[in-house]
Structures are given as C-alpha cells and as structure tokens.
C-alpha cells in the first residue's frame, strides 16, 4: 500500500513539473519584499496585481512575492489590508527585484479601513472556505470582561461555534475541538485555551495575522479533520524602539519591540498576566475565622511571547519564535490542598531561502509541550496525576514559481511525539512515595505534499495537490492518501463560481471527559486498535461584489463524512489506564450546511452578516441502538452581526449581535427510587431515554457594545476602550441540572425538576491601551 500510495505522488510530481519544457518561452521574474513603511515588518499575504492580465501573487510568510511575465511594460498595484495601495510601471527585459514598503492608510481609523481591492482578490482567489482576520479589527470588538480575544472573533464568522458561553473553543463545520490544528509559526499548539476555556492564549499585541481554514485545504497542512487555524507573530520593529499595552479589569499586557542592527534585525517581547488571585486572596485573608466560609479558588493564567529576526543577507532569513503560558488554579481548606495547573510551551527557528527569483524554501525546526497536573494533599497524603504531550518536528516547505501559469508548494514535515497518557504518584508530606506509574507511548508522524496554483485562463484558475501521510507506532504503520482540489471560474468581472475536495486524517486524538469540573485532556496516539480518523468534504460556492467592489456576498454549501469517530463507554476509566483504547468506541460522522455571508470594507461604516444552516451528526453501533442521532453541538441556525462606525477621527462605535439555536444534551425522563434495607436513605437513579441528546437547550442569544475613544497624550498613542458585554442581559443557558422538590422542612423529596445555570449577566468594562 505504501509503494502505490509513494508512485501516485510521484505520478503528480511528474505532471507539473515535466510540461515546464512544452510551455517554454522567455519569460522575466519581478521579485522582492513586502513590508511596512513604518516598521519595516513584512507583510504576510499582500498583493501584487497586474490589472491588465488579470494575474496577481500574494506574498509568502517571508513577505516575498514574485511574478512571470513575457517581456513588455506593465502597470503594477500592490495592496494590503489597511493600506495605501502603490502603483508602479515596470518594462520587462530581464530578470528584476523590487522590494516595496506600504504606509498604513492616513485615515484615522486605520484599522478598519481597507482597500476595495482586498475584496477583489477574495473573488479571485482560487481558495474558499478561508477566513482571514487582524488583530487590529478584533481590537474594536467588544469583548467579555474588555479582553480581546481573536478565537473569539473567529467564532463571529459563518460555519464557526464556540462550544458555549463565552468560552474560545471552535467547532467548525461539525468538527469537534480535537479537530482544529493550531499553528503559531509552523508550530503546534495542542491546548489553545486559558481560564477553562473562556480566553484562548494568543495575546493580540504579538500577532500580525490569523488565517482559518474551514475547507479546500491547501495541501501543505495535515493532521486535523475539521480546520487549521495559521496564526503568525510579529517580528518586530525594525526602524525604532516602542512600547505599548493595556490595563484592563481582569489583565494587563506590555509589549516591547525594536531593532537590534537597524533595518537588518528586530525582537519583540510581550507579556500577559491576569490578577484575579490579587482580590481572592486578598478577600480570602478578610474572611479569615469566619464560621463555613469557603474560601475563593486562588486563579491565574499568565503568557510570554518572544520572536527575533535576522537577514543574514541578501537570500537568508533567520527567524526565532518563543511562547510560553500557564494557567495556575489552587484551593485550599481546612488541611485540604488542592493544585491544578497546565500549559504550553513552544520554540520555533525557521531559516529562509532564496535560491533564486523563483525558488524559495523554509525550514523549521520546533519544539512543542503541552503538560497538566493535578496535586492533592490531604493530611498527611499527597496525591499527583498529569498527562502530556512533547513534540519534536522538522519542516521543510518549496515555493516555485514554475511560469506565469503555475506556481508550485511541496514539501515534508517529520514529527516526533512524545505522549504521556497518565502520570500518577502518592506520597507522604515527608516526601516519601508509596508508589507511582508513568504509562507513555512514542509515535512517529509523516508527511509529504505538492500543490499546482494553475492559472488555466484569466476565467479559470485551479489548485491541484496531494499530500501522503504516514504514522507509526510500535508496529503498528498508516498510510494516507489526501487529494486536494479546488477551482475558481469567473462567471463575469463581478462574479465567480468555487468549489473543492479535501480529504484529512487524523493520527493523534483528545480523550477528554466531557463530566469533569475542570479540563483533563489525554491525547493518544493511533495504534493496532484505534485507526486514524478520516474526513472526506466537498465544497461549492458563489461570490459576487458589488457597488464598484464595495461589498462581497458569499454563499457557500458543503458536505463533510467522517470514519472512525471516537467516542468513550459508558462509565469509561480515561486516566491512568494502561488499557485506555479499550475504553473507545468507533463510529461515523456527517454534517452538512449553506453559509450565507455579507461582508463591507470600505467607508465610515464596516462590517459584516453570517448566516449558518447546519446539520451535524454521528452514527454508533453502541450509541442510541444505533440510531443517528445530533452532537451536542449541533445547531440548525447560528446569524451574527459585526458592525463598527467611524463617528468622528477620535470615536469609532462598535457592535455585535449573536443567535443561535440551543445545544442539545440528554435529559433524564424520570428518576427510580431504591432503597438498600428498610429504614436506609432512598437513592434516587436517574433513568435516560434510549435516545442520545433527546432535548434542547434555550436559544443563545447577545448583544455587544464597544467604543474606542481616542485621547491626546503629549507622545506616542493611547484611547480608552469601553464595551458592555450581553447589553439586555439575557440570561443564556450554560448547562441544566435536576435539582430535588422538598416539603417545608426538607424531610421529604416531593419531586424533581430541571434548572438552567447562567454565566454571565450584563458585564460593562474599559480598557486603556498605550502606544510609544
């Protein structure tokens, strides 16, 4: 199987590079760099257009670009988001570099303000089911508790839920939240959420950009069924030191940046640490001595973002990448001592270069860890349980641009992971240790990829690729075989058609029980009994803009099936097993939808509308007899609206508007009543329908305001940032529990019923954030 898997790829590799010497002709390369004026960052994804061929390149995360043309002379346009597009005239006859700088647009609201032509490339981009974000935009949202937060931004985007109140999970396209794959240059991130879930742990003033694949995933990402998120980092300031930051209600964050040699070098270093352990203990200290009073858990999470780079000359580029974040949570009470803490940490060195005009590479070498543990001493006992997972990954990535027609990527990615699926120790308080066991498992992951950008015509525009991937584990060895297509032909000027195929495996999975008070996350690795997961989804979609390229409405429907879906036993033991696959069970997965999307970037008022009709659901022999039945997160219809308004130069108003139908849970139909011998307590057994998630929660439903109110100080930047979060305060559902109908004294149970638990009433916040 893997030798036909290795000749099909090597069969595509033939058909787009051999007919290089069919379409042979002179042909000029126009190449160089993209960066800010201000700054001297590059830019990741920016354009340059040629408007009278129609063809256009985007810039790599290098910030290089490069075109193909035949000789001549040529009007050229580069553009980027929030910037002043620059236009140059080119004579072709020979080879050529052209590094450019864009200044940032001189309206005053900078950040929102785009160039119709970002638009325009969104209409001819070959690539849909993408979603593309800045930290500048997410800035302006209104936020839970003022902290801004870009996964949850994403989430204001159509085929995206969160996986509750005010939590930063993502589940995209009926995927769950082991399914998204996040990268922070070229490294993974297993854990992307702090506070239990409710803030993700990218801190906005160190990342330049976020890109979220939904579907048509390009060839060069692997692992993940349901979407990757590409999250770059800033490099830094390569013209002149600066400080900026914030001081919010719940976290501050300081970000310092700046050259090391002017113009050839730059760090940036930012930092994040919430303080609500300031007040507990502080309130818990008052408290002291009082009869039954439970002390407040001691809370806080803190992130550490690093990055420096280097042009070594000409053709290198040396880029270093450093995270660090953890989440610490402790109680403690009356000889019980309770510790949780988890957190990632993440190093990344990434080396680019030019071979030529035409020939680019990248070469990452990362180190990724993600650990959890719990300590619980009470007494005299101590007791200790963790989990985690190191990886250790090699990246290769190629940039070709073989003609004015293809544009090549492939490449190879090696991971080594290093997996702890329980840790578990006892002890005495004089250190002493009753026993311990670590049970671990060490796999391989593999991968190999090549994708064709083919301008067939200035109508029809293709991206054909494969990627073979492979996974060991003792002597357990996979092999995948992930098609990519997708395709873009433009009706007229205004109007394109799209579509696309994907197929994605999935070696690695998340064992995390969906009962427990806080997140204990196992991930484990395929083996002899637990096969990769496999998605398989088709894509089609129209765009059109419109009032001179003002506005853009998308309508997308896809379908997306799954095999070999995880799910856990009833009464399942996830931790601490040496025998944890026992404990799964393998089924389907199906969920198909249309997402409908408006989008404006252009004037004193922006935005955007998103409308999801979505079915998501999954197949068990061992599950509801067998039955199909709906995923917790199954919603049939999800609409948000996102608009900001340009009041005045100083004041920009900012509001959004969420719906969603209800999640579904299981509820119990009744409960029996036991008693073990005459005159024992009765026990109360809850008893469930045969059906899984036979009820429906209350729709989710929110209104956010924000402004942004820009001062004057004598230097540098600054503006008072002010949102109220759920302004009509609606009281949304969080989970259900039953909860017992007493009599007067409370002797006796008289029945039972259902009570909604609430998380976050109306919640106003500011925020002062400084520049210089």
Same mark, same amino acid.
């Given at each position: 199987?893997?030798?036909?898997?290795?000749?099909?790829?090597?069969? /595509?590799?033939?058909?787009?590079?051999?007919?290089?010497?069919?379409?042979?002709?002179?042909?000029?390369?126009?190449?160089?760099? /993209?960066?800010?004026?201000?700054?001297?960052?590059?830019?990741?994804?920016?354009?340059?257009?040629?408007?009278?061929?129609?063809?256009?390149?985007?810039?790599?995360?290098?910030?290089?670009?490069?075109?193909?043309?035949?000789?001549?002379?040529?009007?050229?346009?580069?553009?980027?988001?929030?910037?002043?597009?620059?236009?140059?005239?080119?004579?072709? &006859?020979?080879?050529?570099?052209?590094?450019?700088?864009?200044?940032?647009?001189?309206?005053?609201?900078?950040?929102?303000?785009?160039?119709?032509?970002?638009?325009?490339?969104?209409?001819?981009?070959?690539?849909?089911?993408?979603?593309?974000?800045?930290?500048?935009?997410?800035?302006?949202?209104?936020?839970?508790?003022?902290?801004?937060?870009?996964?949850?931004?994403?989430?204001?985007?159509?085929?995206?839920?969160?996986?509750?109140?005010?939590?930063?999970?993502?589940?995209?396209?009926?995927?769950?939240?082991?399914?998204?794959?996040?990268?922070?240059?070229?490294?993974?991130?297993?854990?992307?959420?702090?506070?239990?879930?409710?803030?993700?742990?990218?801190?906005?003033?160190?990342?330049?950009?976020?890109?979220?694949?939904?579907?048509?995933?390009?060839?060069?990402?692997?692992?993940?069924?349901?979407?990757?998120?590409?999250?770059?980092?800033?490099?830094?300031?390569?013209?002149?030191?600066?400080?900026?930051?914030?001081?919010?209600?719940?976290?501050?964050? /300081?970000?310092?940046?700046?050259?090391?040699?002017?113009?050839?070098?730059?760090?940036?270093?930012?930092?994040?640490?919430?303080?609500?352990?300031?007040?507990?203990?502080?309130?818990?200290?008052?408290?002291?001595?009082?009869?039954?009073?439970?002390?407040?858990?001691?809370?806080?999470?803190?992130?550490?973002?690093?990055?420096?780079?280097?042009?070594?000359?000409?053709?290198?580029?040396?880029?270093?990448?450093?995270?660090?974040?953890?989440?610490?949570?402790?109680?403690?009470?009356?000889?019980?001592?309770?510790?949780?803490?988890?957190?990632?940490?993440?190093?990344?060195?990434?080396?680019?270069?030019?071979?030529?005009?035409?020939?680019?590479?990248?070469?990452?070498?990362?180190?990724?860890?993600?650990?959890?543990?719990?300590?619980?001493?009470?007494?005299?006992?101590?007791?200790?349980?963790?989990?985690?997972?190191?990886?250790?990954?090699?990246?290769?990535?190629?940039?070709?641009?073989?003609?004015?027609?293809?544009?090549?990527?492939?490449? %190879?990615?090696?991971?080594?992971?290093?997996?702890?699926?329980?840790?578990?120790?006892?002890?005495?308080?004089?250190?002493?240790?009753?026993?311990?066991?670590?049970?671990?498992?060490?796999?391989?992951?593999?991968?190999?990829?090549?994708?064709?950008?083919?301008?067939?015509?200035?109508?029809?525009?293709?991206?054909?690729?494969?990627?073979?991937?492979?996974?060991?584990?003792?002597?357990?060895?996979?092999?995948?075989?992930?098609?990519?297509?997708?395709?873009?032909?433009?009706?007229?000027?205004?109007?394109?058609?799209?579509?696309?195929?994907?197929?994605?495996?999935?070696?690695?999975?998340?064992?995390?029980?969906?009962?427990?008070?806080?997140?204990?996350?196992?991930?484990?690795?395929?083996?002899?009994?637990?096969?990769?997961?496999?998605?398989?989804?088709?894509?089609?979609?129209?765009?059109?803009?419109?009032? &001179?390229?003002?506005?853009?409405?998308?309508?997308?429907?896809?379908?997306?099936?799954?095999?070999?879906?995880?799910?856990?036993?009833?009464?399942?033991? /996830?931790?601490?097993?040496?025998?944890?696959?026992?404990?799964?069970?393998?089924?389907?997965?199906?969920?198909?939808?249309?997402?409908?999307?408006?989008?404006?970037?252009?004037?004193?008022?922006?935005?955007?509308?998103?409308?999801?009709?979505?079915?998501?659901?999954?197949?068990?022999?061992?599950?509801?007899?067998?039955?199909?039945?709906?995923?917790?997160?199954?919603?049939?219809?999800?609409?948000?609206?996102?608009?900001?308004?340009?009041?005045?130069?100083?004041?920009?108003?900012?509001?959004?508007?969420?719906?969603?139908?209800? &999640?579904?849970?299981?509820?119990?139909?009744?409960?029996?009543?036991?008693?073990?011998?005459?005159?024992?307590?009765?026990?109360?057994?809850?008893?469930?329908?045969?059906?899984?998630?036979?009820?429906?929660?209350?729709?989710?439903?929110?209104?956010?305001?924000?402004?942004?109110?820009?001062?004057?100080?004598?230097?540098?930047?600054?503006?008072?940032?002010?949102?109220?979060?759920?302004?009509?305060?609606?009281?949304?559902?969080?989970?259900?529990?039953?909860? %017992?109908?007493?009599?007067?004294?409370?002797?006796?149970?008289?029945?039972?019923?259902?009570?909604?638990?609430?998380?976050?009433?109306?919640?106003?916040?500011?925020?002062?954030?400084?520049?210089?």
């Amino acid at each position: 199987m893997f030798y036909k898997e290795l000749r099909v790829c090597f069969l /595509l590799l033939l058909f787009f590079v051999l007919p290089r010497a069919v379409w042979s002709q002179t042909l000029y390369s126009l190449s160089g760099t /993209l960066r800010d004026a201000e700054t001297g960052e590059t830019l990741i994804g920016a354009t340059a257009f040629i408007p009278a061929t129609g063809k256009g390149a985007s810039s790599d995360i290098n910030g290089n670009y490069v075109l193909s043309l035949s000789p001549g002379a040529y009007t050229i346009q580069f553009s980027y988001l929030g910037y002043q597009t620059l236009t140059r005239q080119i004579n072709f &006859s020979k080879d050529q570099k052209l590094d450019i700088t864009l200044s940032p647009s001189l309206n005053e609201l900078k950040e929102v303000v785009v160039e119709a032509n970002s638009l325009n490339e969104k209409l001819k981009s070959t690539q849909m089911s993408v979603e593309k974000l800045t930290t500048q935009e997410a800035k302006l949202l209104p936020a839970l508790f003022g902290e801004v937060d870009l996964i949850k931004t994403l989430q204001l985007k159509p085929g995206v839920q969160s996986g509750g109140e005010g939590t930063s999970g993502l589940y995209v396209r009926g995927g769950g939240p082991d399914q998204n794959l996040f990268l922070v240059d070229d490294a993974t991130v297993y854990n992307a959420s702090h506070l239990f879930g409710f803030f993700s742990i990218f801190n906005p003033d160190a990342v330049q950009s976020v890109d979220l694949y939904k579907g048509g995933f390009p060839a060069q990402y692997g692992g993940r069924l349901s979407s990757v998120v590409d999250i770059k980092m800033r490099e830094g300031n390569k013209q002149r030191f600066s400080t900026s930051g914030g001081i919010g209600l719940i976290a501050s964050r /300081l970000t310092v940046e700046g050259p090391i040699q002017r113009n050839r070098s730059s760090f940036l270093l930012s930092a994040r640490r919430t303080y609500f352990d300031v007040f507990t203990r502080r309130y818990n200290k008052m408290k002291e001595g009082v009869k039954d009073y439970n002390p407040i858990p001691d809370y806080y999470f803190y992130d550490l973002n690093g990055k420096a780079s280097f042009e070594l000359g000409p053709d290198d580029k040396l880029f270093f990448t450093g995270y660090f974040g953890n989440d610490v949570f402790g109680f403690q009470n009356k000889g019980f001592n309770f510790d949780f803490d988890w957190g990632n940490k993440v190093a990344a060195l990434r080396w680019n270069h030019r071979f030529s005009p035409r020939l680019y590479s990248n070469t990452t070498v990362s180190v990724s860890d993600y650990q959890y543990g719990i300590k619980n001493n009470v007494g005299t006992r101590s007791f200790k349980m963790g989990s985690g997972v190191r990886d250790y990954s090699l990246r290769v990535d190629f940039d070709y641009q073989l003609d004015t027609a293809h544009a090549l990527k492939f490449g %190879a990615t090696a991971v080594s992971h290093d997996f702890v699926v329980g840790r578990l120790s006892a002890g005495s308080s004089d250190g002493g240790t009753a026993f311990s066991s670590d049970i671990g498992h060490k796999a391989g992951e593999y991968g190999l990829y090549i994708s064709d950008d083919y301008t067939v015509n200035s109508r029809l525009a293709l991206n054909i690729g494969a990627r073979l991937s492979g996974f060991s584990k003792d002597t357990s060895f996979f092999v995948g075989f992930e098609p990519r297509f997708s395709a873009r032909y433009n009706l007229t000027e205004s109007v394109s058609l799209k579509g696309s195929y994907t197929r994605m495996v999935q070696y690695v999975h998340l064992v995390s029980n969906s009962g427990a008070s806080l997140p204990t996350d196992v991930w484990y690795p395929s083996n002899g009994r637990v096969k990769p997961q496999q998605s398989n989804q088709v894509a089609l979609g129209i765009s059109k803009l419109s009032n &001179s390229g003002k506005y853009l409405f998308t309508n997308e429907v896809y379908y997306k099936w799954m095999n070999r879906q995880i799910d856990f036993r009833d009464g399942a033991q /996830l931790f601490v097993n040496p025998n944890l696959d026992q404990e799964f069970i393998f089924g389907k997965g199906f969920s198909y939808g249309n997402e409908i999307y408006f989008e404006k970037k252009t004037g004193k008022t922006t935005g955007w509308v998103g409308y999801t009709l979505s079915w998501t659901n999954r197949k068990f022999p061992e599950i509801n007899q067998g039955k199909i039945f709906p995923t917790r997160y199954d919603r049939r219809h999800d609409i948000t609206v996102v608009a900001m308004h340009q009041l005045n130069p100083r004041v920009s108003l900012t509001g959004t508007w969420v719906y969603g139908t209800g &999640s579904t849970y299981s509820v119990p139909l009744g409960k029996m009543v036991m008693q073990d011998i005459p005159g024992a307590d009765f026990l109360y057994i809850p008893l469930y329908a045969a059906e899984r998630n036979n009820y429906r929660l209350a729709a989710y439903h929110r209104l956010d305001l924000g402004m942004v109110y820009k001062l004057r100080p004598r230097y540098g930047e600054s503006d008072l940032t002010f949102s109220i979060y759920n302004v009509y305060n609606r009281r949304n559902p969080y989970f259900i529990y039953i909860d %017992a109908i007493k009599n007067g004294d409370e002797s006796k149970i008289l029945g039972f019923r259902a009570k909604q638990v609430s998380l976050f009433p109306i919640i106003p916040s500011v925020t002062y954030n400084f520049k210089f």
